[in-house]
C-alpha cells in the first residue's frame, strides 16, 4: 500500500505546468494546482484510497472511534496544491457511511479552510448525509445559515439537495429566508440551487414559495428556482 508521502510524492512526479495553468485559472486563480485532473488523480490514488477506506472499516469493526482518519485529512488539507484537497474530499466520500454526529465539528474547519465552490460543494453533501442521519444536528445547520461565513451559508442552504421527499421544508425555508436579502452570488446562487432541485419534487411548492418572496428574494435565485418550470 502506498503511505500518505508515497502519494503525494507520486502526484509530484506528474506535475504538469501548462495543465495546471488551465486548471487554477478555471478557479479563479484561488489555488495552485498540479495540473493532474480528476480521471489521472483518481487513478493515481486509487490504491491508497482502497486502503485508506479499510483502515476506517477496520476501526469501525473494533469500535475505536472516531472512524475516519481526521489527522490524515488535515494533513491532505495543509498542503499548498488544490489536488490534495481534491483526495482529502474523494477519501471523505469513500467513507461518508462511518461520520459520526460529532464529525460534523471536523467537516466544518474545512468548509471553512482554502474555500471555494469547488471544494465546498463537494464536502456538503457530507454534511447532508450526517443531518439526515443525525437530525439534531439540523439546529447547526440553521445557526449556520446566519454565519459571517458565507461557505457555511451555502452549506445550510443546499445540504438538502436529493432529498428529494426526504426533504425537511421547514428548515430548508428557514435557511433560505434568512438570507433572502443577500447580495452574495454564491448564497443566491445556493438558494435557487436548492428550490430548482426541490422542484423535481413538488413544483407547485416551489412556484408558491417563490411568488410569497418575490420582492425580497434575488432575480438570480428566483431565475434558477424557476428554470425548469414552466
Known amino acids: 500500500m502506498q503511505n500518505l508521502d508515497t502519494l503525494i510524492s507520486t502526484l509530484l512526479d506528474h506535475e504538469d505546468l501548462t495543465v495546471a495553468k488551465g486548471m487554477a485559472a478555471y478557479q479563479k486563480n484561488q489555488f495552485k494546482f498540479l495540473g493532474i485532473k480528476a480521471p489521472q488523480r483518481?487513478?493515481?490514488?486509487?490504491?491508497w484510497l482502497h486502503q485508506a477506506k479499510l483502515e476506517v472499516r477496520q476501526r469501525y469493526q473494533e469500535q475505536v472511534?472516531?472512524?475516519?482518519?481526521?489527522?490524515?485529512?488535515?494533513?491532505?488539507?495543509?498542503?499548498?496544491?488544490?489536488?490534495?484537497q481534491y483526495i482529502a474530499a474523494d477519501y471523505l466520500k469513500s467513507v461518508?457511511?462511518?461520520?459520526l454526529e460529532e464529525d460534523l465539528d471536523q467537516l466544518q474547519q474545512f468548509i471553512v479552510a482554502k474555500s471555494w465552490w469547488d471544494s465546498v460543494d463537494v464536502l456538503v453533501k457530507r454534511v447532508g448525509t450526517l443531518v439526515h442521519k443525525y437530525p439534531s444536528l439540523k439546529s447547526r445547520v440553521l445557526a449556520w445559515s446566519q454565519a459571517e461565513n458565507i461557505w457555511l451559508v451555502r452549506t445550510s442552504i443546499i445540504h438538502q439537495l436529493g432529498l428529494k421527499e426526504d426533504t425537511d421544508l421547514t428548515l430548508l425555508s428557514k435557511v433560505i429566508d434568512n438570507n433572502l436579502e443577500s447580495?452574495?452570488?454564491?448564497i443566491n446562487k445556493a438558494i435557487g440551487w436548492a428550490l430548482?432541485?426541490?422542484a423535481k419534487?413538488?413544483?407547485?411548492?416551489?412556484?408558491?414559495?417563490?411568488?410569497e418572496r418575490a420582492l425580497k428574494m434575488s432575480l438570480l435565485s428566483q431565475r434558477e428556482a424557476l428554470k425548469n418550470l414552466a
Do not use: C, G, H
Open 183 to 186: 447580495q452574495e452570488f454564491f
Open 201 to 211: 419534487t413538488d413544483p407547485e411548492w416551489v412556484k408558491k414559495f417563490v411568488q
Open 96 to 99: 461518508e457511511n462511518y461520520l
Open 196 to 198: 430548482r432541485e426541490y
Open 42 to 47: 483518481r487513478e493515481l490514488s486509487r490504491a
Open 65 to 84: 472511534s472516531p472512524y475516519i482518519d481526521w489527522p490524515m485529512v488535515r494533513d491532505l488539507w495543509a498542503l499548498d496544491f488544490r489536488e490534495a
